[in-house]
Structures are given as C-alpha cells and as structure tokens.
C-alpha cells in the first residue's frame, strides 16, 4: 500500500539496470511489497529462481537471500527488493510477483507470466511458450 501511494514515481524507481538493456522487469504488488517489508530485515531481498521441474516442466523458487550475484537484476519498489539472476529472467520478464493469502496456506506466487504458456492448477509451475 505504501508503494501505491507513491504513484507513478514509485513504479518508475522499480525498474532497474536490466530494463534498460532491454531484458524487461519483474512487476511488484502491493501485496508483495507489503509482507516482504514485514518479513526482511537489512539486507535481505526474494530471490526468484526458475528451476526445470514441477508438473509443467518449470517451477517457480523462491527464497530469502542476502548476496547478490554479479548477473543478478535487483527490482524495487517501496523498499522492497525481488532479485533474479539472468538465466530466470529469461522465462519471467514482464510478469508480477505477488503475496497470496488463503485460508489453507500464504506464498508468494507469479501471476501474468508473458513467457508461459500454461500452468499447473498450484500455480507454482508452468511452460514456457516457444
């Protein structure tokens, strides 16, 4: 809500070195923004990986990290930090990373993945479109 409320400024902020070579960005919720200012702490950020695996043939990783890596792409927002290394960014550019909460489990998820052709129904695995 805090980036929201920042306006279009904020989400001019979020881009980072990686859109301007032209690899495209990784979008931020205001959900996402939100529960990773509550669980992080210093210099802890999301780390966003794409492993082979999962039903679909690709899964989404996420994890807490604190080193980043010199291929890595940074996206902020808010204060909030998703970091991706190059060979991820590949099968996630353009989409949103999101905070879900249900009444049987929270995660965080991508929605509105342009590389993706389909997913599984969990959501945490998709292919890509070729």
Do not use: M, W
Not at 13 to 36: D, K, N, P, Y
Not at 77 to 98: T, Y
């Amino acid at each position: 809500l805090l980036a929201a409320s920042r306006g279009p400024q904020a989400r001019r902020e979020a881009s980072s070195s990686s859109a301007e070579a032209g690899e495209g960005q990784i979008h931020l919720t205001a959900s996402c923004v939100q529960r990773l200012l509550e669980i992080t702490e210093g210099s802890e950020f999301l780390r966003l990986e794409v492993e082979g695996g999962g039903c679909s043939g690709f899964q989404y990783k996420f994890s807490l990290d604190t080193v980043i890596n010199p291929d890595d792409r940074v996206f902020e927002q808010g204060g909030a930090r998703v970091v991706v290394d190059s060979d991820s960014l590949a099968f996630v550019k353009g989409a949103q990373v999101d905070f879900i909460q249900e009444l049987i489990r929270s995660s965080f998820q991508v929605l509105n993945n342009p590389q993706a052709q389909q997913g599984c129904s969990c959501g945490s695995s998709f292919s890509i479109k070729l």
